[in-house]
């Protein structure tokens, strides 16, 4: 148990589809991202958020819509995603000012149809 | 940008043996982190190490950052070990807060 919660584990879902991953922190800490893993790839980061407000944004497409409300939610709202997108996609939180580590969330793995 | 090696990228034991993962990195760094990702994909969090050497149990890493890599030490492996080893680099943002990079991974499978 790192502290930081994801869910749902495992989400399918169809192109058309609109779905929610959500991260949730226990932590204290004030910056929060998401990171994706895909199949024979390194683990990227995609969205870096500090005090609730988005500071990187790794050329991440569209279709991908981070929301975080307070500093111990960040959600992940997920539209018309093609097959490609299937992967694991991490939650991770972390302190902003000092170059402290991170800790990640159990990760959803997500296939779309 | 920085990139992150890391060998070998697969590894067999038997159990008992002793291994030694190797991570280098192309640039300077603020820090480095060694995770164990297990086979449901949970990170877990290993070593934060700037520098210098560290132990936890049967594990211990040492990172020389004048020299740019990082090694970490499996003593005694159990099949329990099996899974991804992962370096990460730790770089600072200009918008604040750091970003982890990643390295390729080390597969590790011990067998009895």
């Known amino acids: 148990e790192t502290g930081v919660t994801q869910t749902p584990r495992h989400l399918v879902m169809g192109m058309t589809n609109k779905k929610s991953l959500k991260c949730e922190q226990h932590l204290g800490h004030n910056a929060m991202y998401w990171y994706k893993q895909s199949a024979k790839k390194p683990l990227e980061l995609m969205f870096v958020y500090n005090f609730k407000e988005q500071t990187e944004n790794n050329s991440v497409p569209s279709r991908f819509s981070p929301e975080c409300p307070n500093s111990s939610h960040l959600f992940l709202h997920l539209h018309t995603l093609q097959p490609e997108d299937s992967a694991l996609y991490l939650c991770?939180?972390?302190?902003?000012?000092?170059?402290?580590?991170?800790?990640f969330g159990p990760g959803t793995r997500l296939t779309v149809l | 940008g920085i990139q992150v090696e890391q060998s070998p990228p697969d590894l067999i034991l038997q159990e008992g043996a002793n291994s030694t993962l190797r991570c280098n990195f192309s640039?300077?760094?603020?820090?480095l982190q060694w995770f164990h990702q297990n086979p449901w994909g949970q990170l877990i969090n290993l070593f934060y190490i700037p520098s210098g050497t560290k132990q936890n149990g049967r594990l211990s890493a040492t990172t020389v950052a004048t020299e740019r890599y990082s090694l970490l030490y499996i003593s005694s492996s159990q099949t329990t070990d099996s899974g991804v080893y992962f370096c990460?680099?730790?770089?600072?943002?200009?918008?604040?807060?750091?970003?982890?990079?990643f390295g390729t991974g080390t597969q590790l499978k011990v067998e009895l």
């Open positions: 991770a939180s972390g302190i902003r000012v000092s170059y402290n580590e991170q800790f």
């Open positions: 640039d300077s760094v603020n820090n």
């Open positions: 990460a680099v730790l770089l600072g943002l200009t918008g604040g807060g750091n970003k982890l990079t």
